[in-house]
């Protein structure tokens, strides 16, 4: 099992920086790998960044360049910094890791965090 709790949301305004963190707890959590997604009411969650447990960074086309994905192991969290914000960034983001075992995927989320751009 896996439990995550993200924080670090907020109100920026555009152009502004703004890092979410990720904590995780769980045995399985070094060998899951993490993510970042979004969603925005009557839309479905999308992917924002992903990490592979081995290090591989997967990125939506929409952030490349302003948001890096980043993981502490020893503090089991996982960072999403965000640089140059735009409105459409606004959205709740939520903390997301996976892994398998025996063939099978177990897959965990966070509560979700609340990020507004907006002057």
């Known amino acids: 099992q896996v439990q995550l709790v993200e924080s670090g949301g907020g109100l920026v305004q555009p152009g502004g920086s703004l890092t979410l963190s990720c904590a995780a707890s769980?045995?399985?959590?070094?060998?899951?790998?993490v993510g970042w997604y979004r969603q925005v009411p009557g839309n479905d969650r999308s992917l924002v960044a992903r990490?592979?447990?081995?290090?591989?960074?997967q990125y939506a086309e929409s952030v490349k360049g302003r948001f890096t994905i980043s993981r502490d192991t020893a503090k089991n969290t996982v960072y999403l910094q965000m640089n140059s914000l735009k409105p459409e960034d606004t959205a709740v983001y939520y903390c997301?890791?996976?892994?398998?075992?025996?063939?099978?995927?177990?897959?965990?989320w966070g509560q979700g965090t609340q990020v507004t751009v907006s002057s």
């Open positions: 990490k592979t447990a081995a290090g591989t960074t």
């Open positions: 769980g045995d399985a959590f070094s060998s899951a790998a």
């Open positions: 997301n890791a996976f892994y398998y075992s025996n063939y099978r995927r177990f897959e965990f």
